[in-house]
């Protein structure tokens, strides 16, 4: 036989529910990036390099104590703006000891990788990439060391409501020298 609770539990019991929802409920986030077309994200970009990746440093930041990346790249080419020998920018992911952060839509960085990133911010502001992923374009080397630039997977084409497609053609790869003659013909529309 079991005995009823005391009125002081039960209020405990009745009330933890409506608490522990509460508390789960502001630490709920989620991430919604609108997908930019190409021209979008070429304008609104302050500066754009085509660049291999040299550094890939994660660390505790902010109050809350979030993890961070800081990607420094050698410059290869400059497309827009005028960055010098390397640039920096920060992804809102990374490892700090056993702690790792994976936040949807930012793209992850390896030593060696060679990418064209649009950033957005001015100093003293860290960069960041423009849309997460939207700002970074894959160079990739085919087998006669041709330097390709793979698009990312989505990316706005007009207005209305579009679907993402495996194998697209137009993600199809293009030479660097090709996409940043595309990237200077933006601009140029620009002004």
């Not at 990346?69 to 490892?95: H, R």
């Not at 497609?165 to 660097?176: K, L």
Request: hydrophobic fraction near 45%; glycine fraction near 8%.
């Amino acid at each position: 036989m079991t005995q009823p609770c005391s009125p002081r539990w039960t209020r405990v019991l009745r009330t933890a529910p409506v608490v522990l929802s509460i508390a789960l409920a502001s630490s709920a986030s989620a991430t919604v990036l609108l997908p930019a077309d190409f021209e979008e994200v070429v304008t609104r970009s302050h500066v754009v390099v085509h660049g291999r990746v040299v550094s890939v440093q994660s660390a505790l930041t902010g109050p809350r104590r979030t993890i961070e990346s800081v990607i420094t790249l050698t410059v290869i080419e400059s497309l827009k703006g005028a960055p010098g020998a390397t640039v920096a920018f920060s992804v809102p992911n990374g490892q700090v000891g056993r702690y790792r952060r994976v936040l949807v839509g930012a793209p992850e960085f390896d030593v060696g990788d060679e990418v064209v990133v649009f950033l957005q911010g001015r100093p003293p502001a860290m960069p960041a990439l423009f849309g997460l992923s939207q700002g970074v374009y894959r160079v990739a080397r085919d087998g006669a060391s041709r330097a390709l630039v793979t698009p990312p997977p989505v990316m706005a084409r007009g207005l209305a409501a579009e679907r993402v497609v495996r194998g697209d053609p137009v993600r199809t790869a293009m030479p660097v020298d090709a996409f940043a003659r595309e990237v200077r013909a933006v601009l140029e529309r620009a002004r």
